[in-house]
């Protein structure tokens, strides 16, 4: 049956794919259909999309973060003539049972980009008296609750008031609990975020029932926080959720699991450091600092308490050890769920995102974060198994890696495409030796 | 550190073919008690690797687990207990875990363990672990 979503205005391109998680989550194994209401903009938050029952629109409703509820359209039209003819034609079956006389209800007037006075409300409420509603009213706890929404006349931003601007939302809890739902997290699985940071990802996916594990290569904020009662273990206290079974210090570019561990995890939720606000570090870097490739040596004397170097983390090598430690850990079926940086230019996204043959792309929502670049909060489904093939292929890319470290380096500098001043345009010069002369001469602190 | 990390670690030193279990030290240990799941603990039974655990939970002071275990055990609520018990209610709050073939000490402090290697343990190759095989590959750049 055809149901009438309507979405909270913001994150507008995270919404379809929530739902359509939650919906599989719940076990509605065929795609969803989606359509729009009449007159209606992609960017609208009334959206209608056809559901097998009433329980699940009940259960996406209550799980999702983006969802503001999920309705039964009994009718619709531009003006309230139209409404009424709209709602008379509606089955008398679908709509006599939530009419009767044993049962409350209340009518709600709710509006989008415009502001309805109270009195304008009552008005509106009463028009409704062609509806034969026989049961008793009930403001505070009705049976049923039937609401009247009204949105501006559509002209101007495409319709739509614009989504309210609020800056820093670099990172909210908000944006935690949606990568759960993108990830179907639920009671009894296992999730893992390799760069836990101080735990935002896990107490989200803990809220949600998973058992939950983390690593860092930087443990101070985990372990250490700001104090005894301000750290991960007192987040996850403060909010009455478990532990998580796990946390260790470690780095992901050398993972320290045994042999022969595999499929393990059920899902891998993270916002990996790509060096646009907080720089990846892995081990290393020493011997790059002093310009050279031998390993520095540490002196026996000082091996107790010797705190490795660490050298910055690329983009590029990110990822593959990220798509790597995924698809040797999650189990078939599990979900792999991350933030993905890009940047725009001239306004035009390239939609090129990571592949990896274990992996399908169920999802790529996109987050504009400045004019300059976005990130896309990407959603992939291991659907092939971690194979000798796939493995040797990982560990000889790997080692590519190490050996050309400072020119993966450059390739994957997000931070000065991000920060630099604006140089003037190339024109048609696309040869790439230019273009390295006029590359920005501004560093993050650590490239 | 619970015992189902430590299930899960190795050390990965450069030249260490077999870093798998790592031995326990244990300074502090602290029980906490957990749900009991043993939807969670049949599903993570065949990936364990048994006699690490058995080994583990004696060095932190538990001794109830069988020596052998399979499948069929999983029945019985009194063994899902104490493979839960084990699993996930000791914690090693203070100690170290120590490489089975060079020794080294990977510090557990305030229940982390600390498994990043120093600049000159780092494998330059890391041999996929999970095939059960091995391969020799010769580094032609430069080390």
């Known amino acids: ?447 | 550190m619970r015992l189902f990390t430590h299930n899960m670690l190795s050390s990965n030193i450069k030249g260490v073919a077999n870093g798998f279990p790592l031995r326990i030290e244990a300074e502090q240990v602290l029980e906490k008690q957990v749900d009991f799941n043993p939807d969670f603990l049949r599903n993570l039974f065949p990936k364990l690797e048994w006699k690490a655990l058995v080994d583990g939970a004696r060095a932190l002071g538990y001794a109830e687990l069988p020596e052998a275990a399979d499948s069929s055990m999983l029945e019985s609520e009194e063994f899902l207990r104490k493979v839960h018990h084990a699993l996930l209610e000791l914690h090693l709050e203070e100690g170290a875990l120590t490489c089975p073939e060079t020794g080294r000490k990977f510090p557990v402090n305030k229940g982390i363990p600390n498994m990043l290697l120093h600049e000159d343990e780092e494998t330059s190759l890391q041999l996929p672990g999970s095939l059960g095989s091995h391969m020799l590959v010769r580094i032609t750049g430069k080390q």
């Not at chain 1, 509606?90 to 509006?111: G, H, I, M, N, Q």
């Not at chain 1, 040797?392 to 400072?406: G, L, R, W």
């Open chain 1, 1 to 447: 049956m055809w149901y009438l979503c309507v979405f909270f205005h913001r994150l507008l391109d995270y919404r379809r794919a929530e739902v359509e998680s939650l919906a599989e989550m719940l076990g509605v194994y065929s795609s969803l259909e989606w359509r729009l209401p009449e007159n209606q903009h992609p960017d609208s938050p009334f959206h209608l999309v056809n559901l097998p029952s009433e329980d699940v629109a009940r259960n996406i409703a209550n799980r999702s973060i983006l969802v503001k509820g999920i309705y039964e359209l009994w009718g619709e039209g531009s003006s309230l003539e139209q409404l009424e003819e709209s709602i008379k034609s509606y089955p008398e079956d679908r709509k006599l049972p939530y009419l009767a006389c044993e049962t409350t209800f209340k009518v709600t007037v709710d509006s989008f980009g415009k502001a309805i006075s109270f009195q304008e409300q009552n008005d509106r409420i009463k028009s409704l008296a062609y509806i034969p509603f026989k049961g008793r009213v009930n403001l505070k706890n009705p049976d049923i609750n039937f609401w009247l929404m009204e949105t501006d006349d559509y002209g101007a931003h495409n319709g739509l008031p614009p989504v309210v601007q609020r800056r820093n939302l670099f990172w909210s809890t908000e944006v935690a609990f949606l990568m759960a739902n993108q990830a179907q997290v639920m009671p009894g699985k296992l999730v893992y975020d390799p760069f836990v940071g101080t735990g935002s990802i896990l107490v989200a996916a803990a809220h949600f029932g998973a058992m939950t594990m983390g690593a860092d290569i930087d443990i101070r904020a985990v372990r250490d926080g700001r104090g005894p009662d301000c750290n991960v273990w007192s987040n996850f206290k403060q909010y009455g959720l478990p532990l998580p079974v796990a946390l260790l210090r470690a780095d992901n570019n050398l993972p320290p699991w045994r042999p022969g561990l595999k499929e393990i995890f059920d899902a891998i939720i993270c916002d990996p450091p790509y060096g646009v606000r907080a720089g990846g570090r892995k081990s290393g870097g020493r011997k790059l600092l002093k310009g050279i490739v031998a390993p520095y040596i540490v002196p026996d004397d000082k091996r107790t308490g010797h705190i490795p170097s660490t050298a910055p983390y690329s983009l590029a090598e990110c990822v593959h050890d990220l798509l790597d430690l995924a698809a040797r850990m999650l189990v078939m079926g599990g979900r792999l769920v991350y933030f993905y940086p890009v940047l725009r230019e001239n306004d035009v996204v390239e939609n090129h995102f990571p592949e990896h043959p274990c992996f399908k792309l169920i999802a790529s929502s996109e987050q504009i974060l400045s004019s300059r670049y976005s990130r896309v909060l990407l959603t992939m489904v291991k659907t092939g198994s971690y194979t000798e093939k796939v493995a040797e292929a990982a560990t000889i890319k790997h080692q590519e890696f190490k050996e050309n470290y400072v020119k993966r380096l450059e390739d994957g500098n997000l931070h000065s495409s991000v920060f630099s001043p604006v140089h003037p345009q190339l024109g048609e010069e696309t040869d790439s030796k230019s273009c390295k002369e006029l590359k920005p001469k501004y560093r993050g602190k650590y490239v």
